[in-house]
T-cell receptor, first 115, second 115 residues
Framework: AQSVTQLDSQVPVFEEAPVELRCNYSSSVSVYLFWYVQYPNQGLQLLLKYLSGSTLVESINGFEAEFNKSQTSFHLRKPSVHISDTAEYFCAVPGVYNQGGKLIFGQGTELSVKP | EPEVTQTPSHQVTQMGQEVILRCVPISNHLYFYWYRQILGQKVEFLVSFYNNEISEKSEIFDDQFSVERPDGSNFTLKIRSTKLEDSAMYFC?????????????FGPGTRLTVL
């Protein structure tokens, strides 16, 4: 069965520092991976996704994630964070491949950026 | 930009009462979902819906739950007799297609409090 584990429940960092939010997945089939972000009092928004091709995927606001098959990881990184990046970040995988439907989410990582 | 909307933002109810949570998916989307997040826990899939039928449901989605698309715009989740453990944030989502790579767009959520 597909599953994801987010290793850190909370990550406090100072503004302009680099950050890495960790996600490991478990899957016996081809892998698609997603990162969603939830800003305070808002719904989940897709940040980026890996479907195939280049293992490095980027978002429009400077985040990137690298699919690493050997380490079964899809860690999210940003070289310099802003106060506005404060949010909860969720890693997710599809429940069933080639069929769509449900997403299986990790526990979430709360990123807190301090001035 | 089109978005998924949900009403109400917060619902307080007494145990045993029926509640209906409402969602307006993005207008050209055909696939609809409900997820929930109990405080401090993962976002969990409840049900997916297409062409006026349930496509998939989780074990959480028992006989107390039902979904409906009563008209061309609304998508509702009904909990027939609420329990204390139904207290959670409920998210509606929609997508254009049902393939694994299709992005699910989430609403801001309804916080349900059962007293």
């Amino acid at each position: 069965a597909q599953s994801v584990t987010q290793l850190d429940s909370q990550v406090p960092v100072f503004e302009e520092a680099p950050v890495e939010l960790r996600c490991n997945y478990s899957s016996s089939v081809s892998v698609y991976l997603f990162w969603y972000v939830q800003y305070p009092n808002q719904g989940l928004q897709l940040l980026l996704k890996y479907l195939s091709g280049s293992t490095l995927v980027e978002s429009i606001n400077g985040f990137e994630a690298e699919f690493n098959k050997s380490q079964t990881s899809f860690h999210l990184r940003k070289p310099s964070v802003h106060i506005s990046d404060t949010a909860e970040y969720f890693c997710a995988v599809p429940g069933v491949y080639n069929q769509g439907g449900k997403l299986i989410f990790g526990q979430g990582t709360e990123l807190s950026v301090k001035p | 930009e089109p978005e998924v909307t949900q009403t109400p933002s917060h619902q307080v109810t007494q145990m045993g009462q029926e509640v209906i949570l409402r969602c307006v998916p993005i207008s050209n989307h055909l696939y609809f979902y409900w997820y929930r997040q109990i405080l401090g826990q993962k976002v969990e899939f409840l049900v997916s819906f297409y062409n006026n039928e349930i496509s998939e449901k989780s074990e959480i989605f028992d006989d107390q739950f039902s979904v409906e698309r009563p008209d061309g715009s609304n998508f509702t989740l009904k909990i027939r007799s609420t329990k204390l453990e139904d207290s959670a944030m409920y998210f509606c989502a929609s997508s254009v297609g049902f393939s694994t790579g299709d992005t699910q767009y989430f609403g801001p959520g309804t916080r349900l409090t059962v007293l």
